[in-house]
C-alpha cells in the first residue's frame, strides 16, 4: 500500500470518526429505546403488550405489517426533517462559508443514526447503549457498520452477516470485539471517502445562490432515503430469517 493510499485512509477515518463525534452529540441522535418502543406501540398494542414488547421484543406482539407502517412512519418524518435543515443550510448568506458542509453533515448522520436506532428497536434489537444509557466505543462501531450496511458497503453486509450467524449458534452471546474491529476501521475509512464526495456535491450546489437551497435539499433526498428503504430491507430479511432472534445479542 502506497504512502499516498495510506494518508488518504487516514484522512477518510479522521473524516468519519469527527462526523461521529459531532452527530451523537445533537440532541435528537440518542434514542431511548423503552421511551421510543412506549411512544410508538400505544398506536397499536395494549399496556400489557406493550410491556412485553419493551421487556422482550417488538416482533412479539406485532404484525410485520405493524412494524412496516411504524418503520416507514420513522423514515418519512427524517426524511422530512433531514430535507428542511438540509435546504434552510443551502439558503444564501455568507454563512455556509465559515463550515456549513461540515455542519450539513452532522445533521444529516445525525438523522441516520437516530432512524438506524429505532428501525433496529422496531425490529427487536437490544439498545445500542450502555448500562448508564451511554453510547460507548462499542456502540459507534456497531453505529458505523450499519451506516456502511445504509450506504450499500459489501464489507459491512458481511459483517452484520457475520454477527448474526455467530449470534445464531448460541443462546447469548457477547459481540467479538475482535470481530467489531476487524472490520470497523475499514468501513469508516470508506465512509468517510464517501462523505467527501457527498458534501463536494452539496457544497458545489450551495455557490448558486438562487438555486442552492433546492438542490441542496433534493441531493439530501435522493441520498437519505436510499439509505433508509436499503437498512429496512436488511432488517426485514433478517425478520424472515426464522431461527435468528436478534434479542440473543448482548452489545
Known amino acids: 500500500m502506497s504512502e499516498e493510499t495510506n494518508e488518504k485512509n487516514t484522512q477518510s477515518l479522521a473524516l468519519w470518526n469527527r462526523v461521529l463525534s459531532?452527530?451523537?452529540k445533537l440532541p435528537f441522535v440518542k434514542v431511548d429505546r423503552d421511551e421510543f418502543l412506549t411512544k410508538e406501540l400505544t398506536k397499536f398494542c395494549t399496556p400489557m403488550e406493550?410491556?412485553?414488547a419493551v421487556n422482550e421484543s417488538p416482533t412479539k406482539v406485532l404484525t410485520k405489517k405493524e412494524i412496516d407502517k411504524l418503520a416507514?412512519?420513522?423514515?418519512?418524518?427524517?426524511?422530512t426533517m433531514v430535507c428542511g435543515t438540509s435546504a434552510l443550510m443551502g439558503l444564501p448568506g455568507g454563512?455556509?462559508?465559515?463550515?456549513t458542509i461540515p455542519t450539513d453533515l452532522a445533521q444529516f448522520y445525525g438523522h441516520v443514526l437516530s432512524l438506524?436506532?429505532?428501525?433496529?428497536?422496531?425490529?427487536?434489537?437490544?439498545?445500542l447503549t450502555d448500562i448508564n444509557n451511554q453510547l460507548d466505543d462499542e456502540s459507534l462501531n456497531i453505529m458505523t457498520l450499519f451506516v456502511g450496511v445504509m450506504m450499500g458497503n459489501k464489507l459491512a453486509i458481511e459483517a452484520l452477516g457475520k454477527i448474526v450467524a455467530q449470534a445464531s449458534k448460541k443462546a447469548s452471546i457477547k459481540i467479538s470485539e475482535t470481530l467489531m474491529a476487524k472490520y470497523a476501521i475499514k468501513i469508516a475509512q470508506w465512509i468517510g471517502i464517501n462523505m467527501t464526495k457527498e458534501g463536494f456535491a452539496k457544497g458545489a450546489g450551495k455557490v448558486l445562490p438562487l438555486v442552492g437551497a433546492p438542490i441542496s435539499a433534493t441531493i439530501t433526498y435522493y441520498t437519505f432515503r436510499?439509505?433508509?428503504r436499503r437498512l429496512k430491507k436488511h432488517l426485514d430479511d433478517l425478520y424472515e430469517m426464522r431461527h435468528f432472534d436478534v434479542r440473543q445479542l448482548e452489545y
Do not use: D, F, R
Request: proline share 9%; with cysteine.
Open 116 to 127: 438506524m436506532q429505532k428501525l433496529m428497536y422496531l425490529y427487536g434489537w437490544p439498545p
Open 95 to 99: 454563512w455556509w462559508m465559515a463550515g
Open 72 to 79: 416507514n412512519q420513522c423514515i418519512s418524518y427524517h426524511l
Open 226 to 228: 436510499p439509505m433508509a
Open 50 to 52: 406493550v410491556i412485553t
Open 22 to 24: 459531532t452527530s451523537v
